[in-house]
């Protein structure tokens, strides 16, 4: 546009130059300042008008030098008005388009973001459902459809949610209008009317008549079953360890008896005696009721990384120890630690060794609980290393039902016992201040050599 400009003008000149009029062509400087405000900016287009103006007066003979300057300001200020008058609306329209532009990309924007959002929200196999001030159905994804037993959204159509999932109703119906963000678990129905655990991750937006719900629906079913299935396995596990435990002191209370029977025996005409056989009789049967013998299992055939088993027991002691002021100190080193055994067994028995050593450190100063982690030759060795009082006697620390225990005195004895059923053994091992016990377990590579 700059050249059209610069063509116009020379054309201009050029034509005065030659006609050599008795008048001006000033009209048509118009024309090049015109072109030359689409490209040029407001402080540009004045020194234009100014050059304009100035060549304008080059061809006409003015009667008075103050006439001449006349005649060049009214032609610049003419010029400049023309100009600036083409470079706003050159600018506005500039703006225009590129507003117009932006509105096109934020519009493809927003659609790609719609689309995304509803290829995840159809794709998720989490249900997602928006409710509104009624508990009437937004929108729902095909999940929650799924989950609900609803087949399609249609069916949905101006009806609420309050019977299939009510802690919804609960949520709507809260006196506030502030934002809430929660999760839950609780309990929805189908549209059979099977009840079925979920957790929900919730949220409210608006206001008044205006409020609204979003909500995620998880459904738990297989999650409480196979945590029911596995609790109950731990739980009969651990009543067999107890059985065991409660056996071997009864047979050690009968060997006791028999002895004393066996001695009462040898008096003269005692063993003739009708009570004293029954009685003889009665302890040898409660022998053989209590000969239940705590054998240990094989190996597990599930191979556990013990850095995950730390990750979960981190989580849970650690805010016992912040409580009371103590440190734990985590040496386990970046190698793996595989070991053939049941993760949420070990996770118990280390849960039990650290809370032992949680008891013994009440009341003392710097409390702390070290847990390292090495790899011998074909075991794993676990110590877990208190500050705590000490132990005075280490010859019953592993006996069932101690009197001196805090608890029923069963937590060593067993925990040993569940180490042992994964061919490992847990022993402590005396130290000069605190208390220290060793979990030793059999390496993968072991256990893979033997069998």
């Known amino acids: 546009m700059l050249t059209v400009a610069l063509a116009l003008l020379a054309s201009i000149m050029a034509l005065e130059w030659y006609s050599n009029l008795d008048y001006s062509l000033g009209i048509f400087y118009v024309f090049p300042i015109v072109a030359a405000g689409t490209v040029l900016s407001h402080r540009e287009m004045v020194v234009a008008a100014c050059l304009c103006a100035f060549l304008r007066g080059q061809f006409t003979a003015p009667p008075s030098p103050i006439e001449s300057y006349l005649r060049f300001a009214m032609a610049t200020l003419a010029y400049a008005g023309v100009g600036m008058l083409i470079v706003e609306m050159t600018q506005r329209r500039r703006r225009v388009v590129q507003a117009y532009e932006q509105l096109r990309v934020e519009k493809a924007m927003r659609y790609q973001a719609e689309h995304s959002l509803r290829l995840l929200a159809e794709s998720s196999p989490a249900g997602i459902v928006t409710l509104d001030a009624a508990g009437e159905v937004l929108s729902i994804n095909r999940a929650a459809l799924d989950m609900l037993g609803v087949s399609s ?13 009510p802690m919804f109703a609960s949520v709507l119906q809260t006196p506030t209008d502030r934002p809430m963000r929660a999760s839950a678990t609780s309990w929805a129905r189908r549209a059979n ?13 608006g206001e008044g008549q205006g409020r609204c719900l979003a909500g995620i629906l998880v459904d738990t079913s297989e999650e409480v079953r196979d945590r029911e299935r596995e609790g109950f396995r731990h739980f009969h596990d651990y009543n067999r360890l107890l059985a065991g435990a409660v056996a071997h002191e009864i047979r050690n209370m009968c060997s006791a008896i028999r002895v004393v029977t066996t001695n009462l025996g040898r008096k003269p005409g005692l063993a003739e005696d009708v009570d004293f056989r029954a009685l003889t009789n009665l302890v040898d049967g409660l022998g053989r009721i209590a000969s239940f013998e705590l054998r240990a299992g094989s190996v597990a055939s599930v191979t556990v990384d013990l850095h995950q088993v730390f990750d979960q027991l981190r989580v849970v002691i650690e805010p016992d120890w912040v409580d009371i002021n103590g440190v734990v100190t985590w040496r386990l080193g970046d190698a793996t630690l595989h070991v053939p055994a049941d993760a949420h067994a070990l996770l118990q028995v280390f849960l039990n060794l650290t809370q032992n050593s949680l008891r013994a450190v009440q009341g003392r100063e710097q409390p702390h609980l070290e847990i390292h982690a090495r790899q011998d030759v074909d075991a794993v060795i676990v110590s877990v290393i208190d500050s705590g009082i000490g132990v005075r006697d280490p010859s019953i620390l592993f006996q069932p039902f101690r009197p001196d225990a805090d608890g029923s005195g069963l937590g060593l004895y067993i925990s040993r016992a569940v180490v042992r059923t994964f061919g490992g053994e ?4 005396p130290v000069d201040r605190g208390c220290r016990f060793d979990v030793i377990l059999p390496r993968e590579s072991a256990v893979s050599a033997v069998a």
């Open 153 to 165: 959204a249609g069916d949905l159509a101006g009806a609420t949610l309050q019977q299939q999932v």
């Open 193 to 205: 009317g099977q009840l079925f655990p979920i957790t929900v991750w919730f949220s409210t937006f």
């Open 426 to 429: 847990l022993e402590y091992v």
